[in-house]
């Protein structure tokens, strides 16, 4: 359980430094094609926001419920800066409340891209959105960086250094 306390300390900390980055961008730069999945960085932030909001429904059956995995909640940059603190806060709050029982126990639900009932453990799906958080944050990276911005150094290893060395 510790773990995934430290996994959703780490997914606000990245996505802090992510969005500090990104707001330095024009608008033509967030809504350039950088060739990642959603196309620009804002349908990649945009993207995630949707995903959490997606897995959090599944989790407590609460918030939003994203029907499209392209969906746009936020028509500015600065709307979805907000919305995605909203969310980091959402998963921890979560996360903490969570027992080990709870996390053993099976989830069910319906995938938003294909029919068909799912169901599995809760720990494997909270492990999956860190991990899917960490790889779209390097799709946004790699936007960043064919821009010029500066790299940035969003490496678990680095929260832990920085912010997280309880964890250590």
Known sequence: MENLKMMAA???WANGLVYDA????SEDELHRDTGAFFGSIFGTLSHLVTADRVWLHRFTGEGPRPTALNERPCATFAELQAV???EDARIIAYVESLTAERLEAQIS??????PGLIQH???PALS???NHQTHHRGQVHAGLTGMGKPSLAIDLIYFLRQEGQAWL
């Open 10 to 12: 780490y997914n606000r």
């Open 22 to 25: 990104a707001a330095t961008l």
């Open 84 to 86: 995605r603190k909203t």
């Open 109 to 114: 639900y319906t995938p938003v891209s294909t």
């Open 121 to 123: 453990r809760l720990s």
């Open 128 to 130: 999956h959105m860190f």
